[in-house]
């Protein structure tokens, strides 16, 4: 689940801010965006700006929120073909700072992303007005329970979170749906005066995209959705969101795949490893030489964030080597704290979007169901959504369908071979419930198909540059496999 991704959120959110630099400070476009000299050492190359929007497009008396925003330049601008715009997924994560995307789309696209209102350098709520409050808040998110006395902990603990965010985070908090943020990149492609609007999106920013065709169908130009969200899943339907969409399904699948391309050098036994963990933590060495102590929720979070790159095989063998042979070192873990305000808005968002049970005890029942698909996967994707049966967030902004509203031809990526986090099954519906999809398969396992293979990144190109989509069940091949 970018995407319903908490831990995604968790590992991006230091991120947030970090930008870069270019046009004169405040100067107003016609078109209402200031641009702004970017923050202090940020990587070069963009332009920095920003857009003030309606808070809510119901109510236009409410007042506004601001959305921030950066521009890669194409490189070939005698030959510029016009805007494309981003957003990596979450939700939660900062998207300011796009990539180049590929290099052909880079030459002859100027590309644009923002942090979504709630988020990075853009409004944010504000749940937290004491330092000591975060301890609760890293007891209760990015982890799941295993016994019935650590269940009622992690119901009070998120419930304190929720409570804090319903007193401190102010209006906010109740505009903040991808509805809402859809309606915030439609304000975008006008003053950047594209009649239709050109995107890419990954995990999360598919939701986003499939939000936007059917809300504004007659301006969908070129979505490119990669990582694909069932948003029909997402919206409505029984049960919590987490276990409707069902990421815990592609962890066995990813895991075997894996496992496979591991035979010939891992000795290990998976199995025989989460079996020990469930007896109690393990202390090993990391190659930084400091003490970890792995405990069984911490080695599925990890395991989990391996699965989702199968370029990361290397070092997912060396950890489960590790906890198999506590002797050997494991990979040391890389990235800084969280942005927990962005973290905390983009459980807004997911909260606004989607409809969840209130009663956070029926999560356990399903985590229990999740778990006899994929072991250890399955509740900790559940549990994700925990703060949804306690935070009463609403916006009157939110859109729950209809998906197969008429457009232009949209492009979705998928990776065949697993994707704990945006399951291939739910890129296989989603081709069939919107009305004008095409599924471009990539064979391999991990979150996310573009920069992994030659075959999707010229897809990619003739798809902006020429509207084309590929023919219906085409199957790319990665460049390398998981261990080169």
């Not at 988020?119 to 808040?137: M, N, R």
């Not at 042979?325 to 968002?349: E, K, Q, Y």
Request: proline content about 8%; overall charge neutral; hydrophobic content about 35%.
């Amino acid at each position: 689940m970018k995407s319903p991704k908490l831990r995604a959120v968790l590992a991006l959110g230091a991120a947030a801010g970090v930008v870069a630099l270019s046009a004169p400070a405040a100067v107003a476009s016609p078109a209402g965006i200031v641009w702004e000299t970017c923050p202090a050492g940020s990587p070069g190359g963009y332009d920095c700006g920003r857009l003030d929007v309606p808070l809510s497009y119901q109510d236009p008396s409410a007042g506004t929120a601001t959305v921030a925003i950066g521009r890669l330049p194409a490189t070939d601008q005698a030959h510029k073909l016009g805007t494309i715009f981003y957003n990596p997924g979450g939700p939660g994560s900062p998207g300011r700072f796009a990539p180049a995307l590929t290099p052909a789309l880079h030459a002859r696209y100027d590309i644009v992303g923002m942090d979504p209102r709630g988020v990075g350098a853009s409004s944010k709520i504000h749940c937290f007005t004491d330092p000591s409050q975060l301890e609760v808040l890293q007891r209760a998110l990015g982890t799941f329970p295993l016994s019935a006395e650590a269940e009622q902990q992690q119901i009070a603990d998120t419930k304190t979170i929720t409570d804090l965010c319903e007193q401190n985070a102010g209006p906010l908090a109740n505009h903040l749906s991808t509805g809402t943020i859809a309606r915030d990149l439609d304000r975008l492609r006008a003053a950047f005066g594209e009649a239709k609007l050109r995107y890419y999106g990954k995990s999360y920013g598919t939701y986003l995209g499939e939000t936007y065709a059917n809300l504004f169908p007659g301006r969908v130009g070129t979505l490119a959705l990669d990582a694909v969200d069932d948003p029909s899943r997402w919206a409505t339907g029984p049960g919590p969101m987490s276990y409707r969409l069902a990421g815990y399904v592609d962890g066995p699948r990813a895991l075997q795949s894996f496992l496979d391309a591991c035979a010939a050098r891992c000795t290990f036994d998976y199995s025989a490893i989460l079996d020990r963990l469930a007896t109690g933590p393990i202390t090993v060495t990391d190659t930084a030489g400091h003490q970890v102590t792995v405990t069984y929720q911490s080695a599925i979070a990890q395991i989990h964030t391996y699965l989702t790159d199968a370029q990361a095989a290397p070092q997912l063998a060396a950890y489960l080597q590790s906890l198999a042979n506590p002797a050997l070192p494991i990979p040391a873990s890389a990235g800084g704290p969280p942005d927990v305000d962005s973290l905390l808005g983009g459980g807004a968002t997911l909260c606004s979007d989607a409809a969840n049970p209130h009663d956070p005890a029926v999560w356990a029942g399903y985590a229990r169901a999740a778990d006899r698909v994929g072991r250890g996967f399955g509740p900790y994707d559940v549990y994700k959504t925990l703060p949804c049966a306690t935070w009463d967030v609403t916006d009157t902004g939110r859109y729950t369908g209809p998906w197969n509203r008429p457009t232009a031809p949209i492009l979705l990526l998928a990776n065949k071979q697993g994707d704990l986090e945006t399951p291939y099954d739910g890129a296989v519906r989603t081709e069939k419930l919107l009305a004008n999809a095409r599924l471009l398969t990539l064979d391999t396992y991990g979150h996310g198909s573009r920069g992994k293979s030659a075959c999707v990144d010229k897809s990619l190109d003739t798809y902006f540059l020429t509207g084309a989509v590929p023919a219906r069940g085409a199957v790319c091949a990665p460049d390398k496999g998981p261990f080169g």
